[in-house]
């Protein structure tokens, strides 16, 4: 990494202990810290995404998430109701985006969110019942496409740059834990490491970080518990036996996180070990795990409170809870907003398993008889409106994203009821049969005799 600052880079001091060959803690400000904030806004597709792509590290295995992903890509589409929705799973939204795309580093690299309307006027003109979707052709009430592009950025005017104040500077320690840059614990906080003396930190250097980096700096966060040194002093090899439990994506479905309905599913289990072999199970189960790849890292971190075993994820989660939202974010709102992420609009199931929701965010168009195409003057949520509404005010509520095959699937998932899916241990989901199940339970070399099938739910029944 070179030491000259660049464009494409962001800056910052570290302490090493060149004896021990241990990065003791960083000092980074706003740039380095609002990205390292911003890996708490990804879906977990993206970062599925993000840390099977080839940097100056090879690609890493998350647990059981990158074999889910794969089990999404390699999915035949047909098994989807749309394409639309294979598509927002490999490439989720991040609701948080307007945050995010103006970073000195922004490591997502999902195409930028658009919205459509219906190019009818006739429907333009209801107040009530207008369709909006961030898919393109998407089938209106009137039969029409909803293909007209309106909100473009330029009109939205969003600038949002970033989560932490301008003015601040921040400690990381090895762990990821970020605090704020306190000069009057600078001779204390040696001491907090053990170190007797100043002279016992032998490395006092400037770096700067790239985009491709900080990928890596990603992998090593989700993997390690000392990503700093593991990445700075590049003993990434570590990483080869580092891994999270591979239980966590099972630990998000869990009871507490599921609303009030069951899921029912049969066990393929190895009597001699009590070892699950593979799930079998209907589409309501694998919508759960497509889920997944929908949910921001940030409202794993809260239904997990903090303890998602994923490398040092848990202490940015952590130091993010225990920052004044006052003192050193842009606002106590954004800190809650990233504390608890919650999904982008149309990304949330009709049946949805888990406690998440959408984004709340209400659009609004301003329309005149006089100038339709018009000069939109449309802005979400809390922004103000541009121009002037001579005539009527329309609030769009979202269309159902399965309406784009000209049926009406609604009340459905990703996948389609027609088929049963095989769940393997490490989660990957494929579509079977009798004849897969036999192949894959000959494939593992098992006697018939020492396999039993066990009918379980996930969930509660509602209490009436």
């Known amino acids: 990494m070179a030491a000259a600052a660049t464009e494409n880079s962001v800056t910052l001091r570290i302490l090493i202990d060149k ?30 995404r993000l840390v099977a792509n080839e940097s100056d590290m090879n690609k890493v295995n998350v647990g059981s998430l990158n074999k889910l992903y794969e089990s999404v890509a390699n999915l035949d589409v047909k098994h989807f109701w749309t394409e639309t929705c294979k598509e927002m799973l490999l490439k989720p939204r991040n609701s948080m985006e307007a945050y995010c795309q103006n970073l000195k580093l922004n490591l997502d690299d999902t195409e930028k969110l658009k919205f459509f309307i219906c190019d009818n006027w006739d429907c333009l003109r209801q107040v009530s019942g207008s369709k909006l979707s961030i898919f393109k052709d998407i089938k209106c009430k009137c039969g029409k496409l909803i293909n007209r592009e309106i909100f473009p950025n330029k009109i939205l005017g969003i600038k949002h740059e970033g989560f932490v104040q301008d003015i601040d500077s921040f400690i990381i320690f090895d762990n990821l834990k970020v605090m704020p840059d306190n000069i009057q614990n600078c001779v204390s906080l040696p001491m907090s490491f053990g170190y007797e003396d100043f002279n016992a930190i032998k490395v006092d250097t400037v770096v700067n970080v790239t985009t ?9 966060s989700l993997l390690s518990e000392t990503p700093l040194t593991d990445f700075f002093l590049r003993k990434k090899q570590l990483l080869e036996i580092a891994q999270p439990r591979s239980s966590f994506l ?4 869990a009871k507490d996180n599921v609303r009030e309905e069951v899921i029912k599913l049969k066990l393929i289990v190895r009597k001699s070990n009590l070892k699950v072999l593979c799930a079998i199970a209907a589409e309501d189960f694998v919508d759960l795990l497509f889920t997944f790849m929908t949910l921001p890292l940030g409202s794993v971190e809260h239904m997990m409170k903090g303890n998602s075993c994923l490398g040092s994820i848990d202490n940015l989660y952590k130091s993010l809870v225990d920052l004044d939202g006052h003192k050193y974010l842009k606002s106590p709102s954004l800190k809650d907003e990233l504390v608890k992420t919650h999904l982008t609009q149309q990304f949330e199931l009709h049946k949805q398993k888990l406690q998440i929701d959408e984004v709340p965010i209400s659009f609004y168009s301003c329309y005149t008889e006089y100038d339709y195409p018009g000069n939109y003057s449309n802005l979400p949520g809390l922004y103000n409106f541009g121009g002037f509404c001579y005539n009527s005010l329309v609030q769009y509520s979202y269309s159902d994203r399965h309406s784009s095959t000209f049926q009406t699937c609604s009340g459905k998932g990703f996948v389609k009821s027609s088929s049963l899916y095989m769940v393997t241990d490490g989660w990957i989901v494929t579509q079977t049969s009798s004849i897969s199940i036999v ?22 029944k509602e209490v009436k």
């Open 439 to 460: 192949s894959f339970l000959a494939m593992s070399n098992i006697s018939p005799s020492d396999i039993e099938q066990r009918a379980i739910s996930i969930g509660k």
């Open 250 to 253: 099972l630990d998000i479905g």
């Open 212 to 220: 491709k980096e900080m990928v890596d700096l990603l992998k090593c």
């Open 19 to 48: 004896e021990k060959n241990k990065v003791v803690y960083a000092e980074a400000g706003k740039d380095f810290v609002d990205i390292l904030l911003s890996f708490l806004t990804f879906p977990l597709g993206t970062i599925a």
